[in-house]
């Protein structure tokens, strides 16, 4: 199973990037795909999921109203699309994602995923 995120790259502060990250090797149809986020200096944090079953999307607060996960079955890939972007959420993006539904109170936690992709840079700059 490989997870292959792209789209990062250098945006001015207020700016928009949309990241994907496409799946190989099996499907995620009925589990969990996330987005988590490492800044220099600090531990990786939750960003984003969606749980294919249903749909139902959850965000980090500090991402919540600029930031919007969705997921294309057919592609079998998940996708971040950032607006409103700070100089603060500079970081690696990384995607993850599990075959299972993930319950909700466990699905901001890194170890409830069980494949990673290898990081995408999204620089903001003020």
């Known amino acids: 199973v490989q997870l292959q995120a792209s789209g990062g790259g250098l945006v001015q502060a207020g700016g928009s990037l949309r990241l994907s990250c496409a799946a190989s090797g099996r499907t995620f149809s009925r589990g969990t795909l996330g987005w988590f986020r490492q800044a220099p200096g600090k531990e990786r944090e939750f960003v984003a999921a969606i749980r294919r079953s249903g749909g139902s999307t959850h965000y980090a607060d500090s991402v919540k109203g600029r930031f919007t996960i969705s997921s294309d079955n057919a592609l079998n890939t998940v996708y971040l699309q950032m607006h409103s972007l700070k100089p603060e959420d500079t970081a690696v993006y990384y995607c993850?994602?599990?075959?299972?539904?993930?319950?909700?109170?466990?699905?901001?936690?890194?170890?409830?995923?069980?494949?990673w992709g290898q990081g995408t840079q999204v620089t903001v700059s003020s």
């Open positions: 993850a994602a599990n075959p299972t539904q993930i319950i909700l109170t466990a699905i901001r936690t890194q170890t409830s995923y069980n494949y």
